[in-house]
């Protein structure tokens, strides 16, 4: 077997506008190698994952691929150059089937089925998965799906597959089955990269471990120095560790959310209060079940148990329920789930107040303006032209008007969804003051975010939800970061 | 273990959507009513009209239906690679008028064959139009057809001057073409069964119709899969251009002349056919099998009507219903978690 590593990085360098996310990369991945990726949010490993599959391109430095320089533009030219990634969400033709799927694009001139799934089913069995192949892919779960895209790169001759948090959304047997496919790709030469917030995950599977910092590589771990310990001491950045905003603790006695034994399909009875004026922290790997609670108040998922605002018994079945009883959602998809980017930013923040701004049924353009000058003072957005289509304006500003949005509706209870990310780092700060001061002004705050700054800057409380439930409930004193980071590392399966 | 040991008991953990996918669970006969029922529907109401008619059964009257659904067959068809690219084509109607004109037009100067094959290329050029101007110049299929079809309507006009063009009675292959006949069993109803094969075929054999279906389905799925997406999007056009071509030639032939708007009425029966179809089989996408059972339907209800003298507004009623109730069973059936979608 050829002893060069597969890919080399040399001094990768990437900046957005200014600011330097990646400072210098130099790493390589061996063939047939499982190599762990970790770092905390904002270290830089989904920028080193998007440049390593073109999606961005690197201000500086050197990629090789076998040894000869690599310069990609598109993720097609990626792909061509044998580098994948499997994100969470497949990218399947719903509407064909397995064997279609795992074929797509290396059909014979004549199409037959049969013959297809035949050679679909020497694939599958080759690589120990058991899917039927004339299943349509829409019928398959969540995990068969995911195998099936690994399954479709294997096919593909794909020399590196990266996955990013595979597990998220996988149940513990799921993930073994998932385990057992990435050590057979791994025999048969392929190289893994893998990330993930589960150090357990990546102890058990992984032959090396990359940890990025704040844009830098700290270390690279062996199999047998992958440890709690010193994977935590390499992650936190001591430099940051001297927080800049605290909140001096706003909760009021009245209770504005009390959630009682609430539950989904991916998350056990639950059971927290938010008071008034408080921010709870809600922190956990990627599908651990902070999300579950995220989309269950937000009226998006089915749930059992009780809700009840402000000592009311509440049901939240739909996102209008939610902002009927005073929850406003924050999500961190803004751009998808919260603006609309062809309207005015005075019109996105007035929309849930047109009812208000309008007389006999008529709505005062004047009077819409008027809102979003209002939103534009408080909030402080840049530039101050309600007139402008919200797509102009930058990650941090867009956040703004989302707040301001539900501001002007004067809602009880926000749920922030990481609330700063794709956020320029000068307006992180403003959006923390922002959340701080709607503490002070009497809202409650709930705060889900997988930053561990933001958790110890923001919160009062701090909740760890891990593997479908609450594993750590604690006020905002009782962490600090290493602590909060081994509580979110640290899994009581396996 | 292997993992297809660990496979079966990992199903079925879960009531979520997602996690208990895999088999179907609705009621048996909810599964039989998505396949068959739309099948059913139509054989229901044959039976109705062999009962009423002693006449409608008969190969006489069933070669009637299938001659007088050859054009809508022909651009329900083609039309059916398109929809199932992701796009729409509404200029399918014009290019019918336009192949016909062209074709009657270019008899006299170059003989019946070479007139054909005339027509056909410049009906492929219009699609090849109509496919380059929904990918590269990223219009919409909808307002990209809408304006092809405005041009082309012009062009008709002109080309004509308002006014029929008429095929000689001496262009005895051309005229066997739409009016010939052998015994109950007229030539253009063989042809639809040629052609219907023929379509079969790239539909369901042949890579062209694999990559439309795949490119329809989930695009960014066949971009990353490298397939030219384009490339497959702008056959669909071209094929379904080509249809209307021979649908053109064959209605010049029918009439011995072409019509300044000949093909105008077929485009929304086209569509109508074609979202009828995509419920039989319970496929929920569009076939081209379904197509032709869905343009069967539409004339054999007008054919049966028409024998017992029912008013045509009467039929129109009960083909809207027909395809509102087939889609919408359907649409109801197969349940999405959300639906956002309107177009």
């Known amino acids: 077997m050829d002893a060069r590593p597969i890919i080399e990085i040399r001094d990768l360098r990437k900046d957005f506008s200014g600011v330097h996310v990646l400072k210098g990369i130099d790493m390589s991945f061996d063939r047939g190698e499982i190599h762990g990726l970790l770092g905390e949010n904002g270290a830089g490993k989904s920028t080193l994952i998007k440049i390593l599959t073109c999606v961005y391109t690197a201000s500086s430095g050197e990629i090789r691929i076998e040894g000869a320089p690599f310069h990609g533009h598109s993720p097609k030219a990626a792909n061509d150059a044998g580098v994948g990634a499997v994100y969470q969400d497949a990218e399947l033709a719903w509407n064909m089937t397995v064997a279609e799927n795992l074929l797509l694009g290396s059909e014979r001139r004549w199409i037959d089925r049969r013959a297809m799934e035949r050679e679909a089913r020497d694939i599958l069995s080759r690589i120990g998965l058991d899917i039927d192949p004339a299943a349509r892919a829409s019928a398959l779960t969540a995990a068969q799906m995911q195998m099936l895209t690994l399954a479709t790169l294997f096919h593909r001759k794909f020399k590196v597959i990266i996955l990013d948090e595979p597990t998220a959304r996988l149940s513990g047997r799921e993930s073994e089955l998932l385990f057992a496919l990435i050590r057979r790709f791994k025999a048969e030469g392929l190289t893994i990269v893998y990330i993930s917030h589960r150090l357990n995950e990546v102890k058990l599977l992984c032959d090396r471990a990359t940890i990025l910092r704040d844009g830098r590589v700290v270390a690279t771990l062996a199999r047998g120095e992958i440890d709690e310990a010193a994977v935590t001491r390499l992650m936190v950045n001591r430099s940051a560790s001297d927080l800049e905003i605290t909140n001096p603790g706003f909760a009021r006695p009245e209770v504005a959310l009390e959630v009682k034994a609430l539950g989904t399909a991916k998350l056990s009875p639950t059971s927290f209060r938010v008071h008034r004026g408080e921010i709870l922290g809600i922190t956990g790997p990627i599908g651990g079940g902070m999300e579950q609670i995220e989309k269950a108040l937000s009226g998006l998922i089915a749930y059992h148990g009780e809700i009840f605002a402000e000592g009311r018994p509440v049901r939240i079945d739909s996102p209008s329920d939610a902002l009927d009883i005073g929850v406003a959602l924050i999500p961190e998809d803004r751009r998808k789930q919260a603006l609309f980017p062809n309207l005015t930013m005075a019109e996105n923040v007035s929309l849930p107040i047109l009812d208000r701004l309008s007389r006999f049924g008529m709505v005062s353009t004047a009077d819409i303006l008027a809102s979003g000058r209002r939103v534009i003072e408080r909030l402080q957005v840049y530039p101050a032209a309600p007139g402008i289509k919200m797509r102009y304006f930058s990650g941090g500003n867009q956040q703004k008007a989302v707040i301001g949005k539900w501001l002007s509706r004067d809602q009880k209870i926000y749920i922030f969804s990481e609330p700063t990310s794709g956020v320029d780092v000068g307006a992180i700060r403003q959006i923390y003051e922002i959340m701080l001061e709607m503490a002070r002004d009497g809202a409650a705050i709930i705060l889900m975010s997988t930053s561990f700054n933001e958790l110890l800057s923001l919160s009062e409380r701090i909740m760890v939800v891990h593997s479908g439930r609450v594993a750590v409930e604690r006020p905002r004193a009782g962490f600090d970061r290493d602590s909060l980071l081994a509580a979110t590392l640290a899994s009581e399966v396996a | ?343």
């Open chain 2, 1 to 343: 273990m292997t993992i297809a040991e660990q496979q079966a008991p990992a199903a079925g953990a879960s009531p979520s959507r997602s996690e208990a996918a895999g088999r179907d669970t609705s009621h048996p006969l909810v599964r039989f009513l998505r396949v068959w029922g739309t099948i059913l529907v139509i054989l229901l109401v044959a039976v109705a009209f062999s009962f009423a008619s002693p006449y409608f059964l008969t190969v006489s009257n069933i070669n009637n239906i299938l001659f007088s659904m050859f054009t809508c067959a022909l651009l329900s068809m083609g039309l059916t690679f398109v929809v199932a690219a992701g796009s729409f084509d509404l200029s399918i109607g014009t290019i019918v008028t336009t192949s016909s004109i062209v074709c009657a037009l270019c008899i006299p100067v170059l003989g019946a064959p070479a007139a054909i094959i005339v027509a056909l290329l410049v009906s492929m050029l219009i699609g090849l139009a109509n496919g380059v101007l929904v990918t590269w110049f990223r219009i919409s299929g909808i307002v990209g057809t809408i304006g092809v079809m405005f041009l082309l309507e012009g062009g008709n006009q002109y080309l004509t001057g308002g006014y029929q063009v008429a095929v000689g009675y001496d262009e005895h292959f051309f005229r066997w073409l739409g009016q010939g006949r052998y015994g109950f069993i007229a030539v253009k109803s063989v042809f639809l069964f040629v052609f219907f094969i023929i379509a079969f075929i790239i539909a369901n054999r042949l890579r062209i119709g694999h990559y439309i279906n795949a490119v329809g389905d989930n695009p960014l799925a066949a971009y990353y899969s490298g397939i030219p997406v384009y490339r497959w999007v702008i056959s669909s056009f071209v094929l379904s251009a080509l249809f209307c071509g021979i649908a053109g030639i064959f209605l010049a032939s029918t009439s011995s002349s072409a019509q300044p708007t000949g093909g105008a009425g077929y485009l929304l029966e086209a569509f109508a056919a074609v979202f009828l179809g995509a419920t039989i089989l319970g496929k929920g996408k569009p076939h081209v099998l379904g197509t032709l059972l869905g343009v069967f339907f539409l004339y054999m209800v007008s054919n049966g009507m028409t024998q017992f003298g029912v008013d045509s507004s009467a039929r129109n009623i009960f083909n809207g219903f027909v395809l509102l109730a087939a889609v919408g069973t359907n649409a109801l059936l197969n349940r999405e978690e959300l639906h956002l979608r309107f177009i």
